[in-house]
């Protein structure tokens, strides 16, 4: 990896750090931006969902007396059957093929926000919870996007989040997918996570609801463009 790729991996990291630090969530969205022109599927799916349990896992802790996992089970009991689905069908897919897929994703998610000011949890029950942790797992073991499903249907995302990149993360690298480059780019890209998370948490009641939400669409904007519209690879 040459000096200009190995910058367009880092600043995704710092981007997609201080978003999560700004919204909590979403650090995925971002870097898949980037890092799908740059990295393997595999190695891009690795990379976010380890990050993932890092950033994710400070904010559970911190609110791990106010959690109601009796309502989060569901959801998570529905990831551990997605999870392993995403992940096999992740060796199998064509990476054009992905980058497109997310970046369509990117679009329609960052679009449908940016014209509806906001967007109010849906429940429907244990059943649906189930069928809602099995989509959002399957989606986290074949992209990483670990939080999409989650959060458009509850507001429970940060133990849902930190649970399926946890299994993600386990079930990749019970299949060999902690390569030596992927276990260097991680600590690589660990310094500018942890700069990142820091601006974000700065950032973070400084803007007021509107004004941050709409800089974290913008990104995801920036992103699904950025996948979607054919550009030279950074390779």
């Known amino acids: 990896m040459d000096c200009v790729v190995l910058g367009f991996f880092l600043l995704a990291a710092f981007l997609g750090a201080v978003t999560t630090g700004v919204a909590g969530f979403a650090m995925g969205l971002v870097v898949s931006g980037i890092w799908l022109h740059i990295l393997t599927p595999v190695q891009t799916v690795t990379l976010m969902v380890s990050y993932s349990v890092l950033l994710q896992g400070y904010g559970v802790w911190k609110l791990r007396h106010a959690l109601a996992w009796r309502r989060v ?78 959060v458009i249907w509850c507001q429970f ?58 800089v974290v669409l913008i990104l995801l904007l920036l992103s699904g463009i950025f996948l979607v519209v054919p550009v030279s690879t950074l390779r």
Request: net charge positive.
């Open 73 to 150: 089970a569901p959801f998570i009991i529905g990831g551990a059957i997605g999870v392993p689905i995403g992940a096999l069908l992740l060796g199998q897919i064509n990476a054009a093929h992905l980058r497109t897929a997310v970046g369509v994703v990117l679009l329609l998610y960052s679009i449908y926000y940016l014209t509806r000011p906001e967007l109010e949890p849906v429940r429907g029950g244990v059943p649906a919870d189930l069928a809602i942790g099995f989509f959002n797992g399957l989606l986290g073991g074949l992209t990483g996007l670990v939080g999409i499903v989650a």
């Open 157 to 214: 995302f940060q133990p849902v989040i930190i649970t399926t990149s946890a299994m993600t993360a386990a079930w990749l690298g019970g299949s060999g997918a902690f390569t030596a480059d992927t276990v260097k780019l991680f600590l690589l890209g660990l310094p500018m996570l942890l700069a990142g998370t820091w601006v974000g948490m700065k950032l973070y009641g400084r803007l007021d609801e509107a004004g941050f939400r709409r």
